[in-house]
């Protein structure tokens, strides 16, 4: 079974690059849907189409298969959940999902005209997918002895 470790830890590292391409990008296109939205209703009905198929085809989709990938290289390690590490970086996982998730909610409030916040709130949200990012990154490259 550990033969199938590598590519899976390759499929998992290229759907964590797209699902963090995604979640970068969608926060950006909420970002200029809360500044120009009373301005240019062709800007809006652009951006209520590029950040519905953003998600849909490409950030959930990723996220999904980054989580399976994952989960699926658990299976075949276990050791891993005894890793203090791993305890921190799948925090950071759960949080850049539920990160992924509000975004998915700001889109759905775009889509039917609703109350999204104002950019600078979301110039603010839009860090935190990169801050986990780093989190994650460092925790799975360096592997801490904590604790």
């Given at each position: 079974m550990l033969e199938w470790y590598r590519p899976i830890l390759a499929f998992h590292v290229i759907a964590i690059i797209s699902w963090?391409?995604?979640?970068?990008?969608?926060?950006?296109?909420?970002?200029?849907?809360?500044?120009?939205?009373?301005?240019?209703?062709?800007?809006?009905?652009?951006?209520?189409?590029?950040?519905?198929?953003?998600l849909k085809a490409i950030t959930i989709p990723a996220m999904i298969a980054s989580w399976i990938a994952g989960l699926t290289m658990v299976w075949l390690n276990p050791s891993l959940l005894h890793a203090p590490w791993f305890h921190i970086k799948l925090s950071s996982v759960v949080l850049l999902t539920l990160s992924t998730l509000y975004a998915g909610k700001l889109v759905q409030a775009v889509q039917i005209h609703g109350e999204i916040p104002k950019g600078r709130t979301l110039r603010y949200l839009n860090e935190v997918p990169t801050i986990l990012m780093i989190v994650i990154v460092y925790m799975v490259i360096t592997r801490p002895a904590i604790g």
């Open positions: 963090m391409a995604g979640i970068l990008y969608l926060y950006r296109l909420l970002i200029y849907a809360s500044e120009n939205r009373k301005d240019h209703s062709k800007v809006e009905e652009l951006l209520k189409i590029m950040s519905r198929r953003l």
